[in-house]
Nanobody, 126 residues
Framework: QVQLVESGGGSVQAGGSLRLSCAAS????????VGWFRQAPGKEREGVSC???????IYADTVKGRFTTSRDNAKNTVYLHIDNLQPEDTATYYC????????????????????WGKGTLVTVSS
């Protein structure tokens, strides 16, 4: 079955970096868009990046310049590299994939994503 498993979260100090991974299985990973979303305590989930099957990327304005997403289709893995982490980046980070449509690229529409991982927690202290 389709599975997405995030890893790489942890507790870091402000200014630090992390690389999150999203390992996929159970489908033709290199065919589909993958998005990264995050949800901070008490807040709604928000999209942070999308990467198409060909490597085209977009980022939310709030993370541009600090977040970089990439994919290794040979390893069925998508990455989210985060630089200069700030306390406001504290959240659970989720990866998701969509089999139909362009929900991610059309405004980070989380409801249009088809499969989700369980998330990895990032905590940033000041």
């Amino acid at each position: 079955q389709v599975q997405l498993v995030e890893s790489g979260g942890g507790s870091v100090q402000a200014g630090g970096s992390l690389r999150l991974s999203c390992a996929a299985s159970g489908f033709s990973f290199n065919t589909y868009t993958v998005g990264w979303f995050r949800q901070a305590p008490g807040k709604e989930r928000e999209g942070v990046s999308c990467i198409s099957n060909t490597g085209t990327t977009i980022y939310a304005d709030t993370v541009k310049g600090r977040f970089t997403t990439s994919r290794d289709n040979a390893k069925n893995t998508v990455y989210l590299h985060i630089d200069n982490l700030q306390p406001e980046d504290t959240a659970t980070y989720y990866c998701a994939t969509e089999f139909y449509g362009s929900s991610c690229f059309m405004g980070f529409n989380s409801q249009g994503m088809d499969y989700w991982g369980k998330g990895t927690l990032v905590t940033v202290s000041s």
